[in-house]
């Protein structure tokens, strides 16, 4: 594997939890509106 294959998968790794951390903090909020308020 060359030097920029690895440096490639790294970004896309990156990007990859980015993402991720997004949509977590976008699922996070409804998730505890949805535990806190009984319905």
């Keep these: ?6 440096k490639n998968i790294k ?3 990156s990007e990859l939890s980015e993402v991720f ?3 977590n ?4 909020l409804p ?3 949805f535990l806190f308020i009984p319905n």
């Design 1 to 6: 594997m060359s030097y920029k294959n690895l």
């Design 11 to 13: 970004l896309k790794t």
């Design 21 to 23: 951390f997004i949509v």
């Design 25 to 28: 903090q976008f699922y996070q």
């Design 31 to 33: 998730l505890l509106l």
